[in-house]
């Protein structure tokens, strides 16, 4: 198994950026497709990126595409979310996720291992 770790959220003006990164313990994380996923105060959890094992398969929700992009060094145990333009709607805890299938999937239910978040604020 593996334990996703995230780090770096923060404070950001609008139109910023922010990298959040996911460090994943265990000798098998180039196995498992990545997600992050967010919630903000009031609203359901929602999907934002998804990669597959290899990095070949990628998903994005569509308030984040062409801002947001997520990669992954399996090498380091690490996905990574590089997040541009950000916008006050950004505002959440961002959580990363492990899907041992290793198929990128937009489905909260199909992830089998959590981080406990992080939290990312765009004011503007």
């Known amino acids: 198994q593996v334990q996703p770790v995230e780090s770096g959220g923060g404070l950001v003006q609008a139109g910023g950026s922010l990298r959040l990164s996911c460090a994943a313990s265990g000798r098998t994380f180039g196995d498992y497709a990545m997600g992050w996923f967010r919630q903000a105060p009031g609203k359901e959890h929602e999907f934002v990126a998804s990669i597959s094992w290899n990095g070949v398969g990628t998903y994005y929700a569509d308030s984040v595409k062409g801002r947001f992009t997520i990669s992954r060094d399996n090498a380091k145990n690490t996905v990574f979310l590089q997040m541009n333009s950000l916008k006050p709607e950004d505002t959440a805890v961002y959580y990363c996720?492990?899907?041992?299938?290793?198929?990128?999937?937009?489905?909260?239910?199909?992830?089998?291992?959590w981080g406990q978040g992080t939290q990312v604020t765009v004011s503007s």
């Open positions: 996720a492990a899907d041992d299938s290793g198929i990128a999937t937009i489905y909260s239910s199909n992830y089998d291992y």
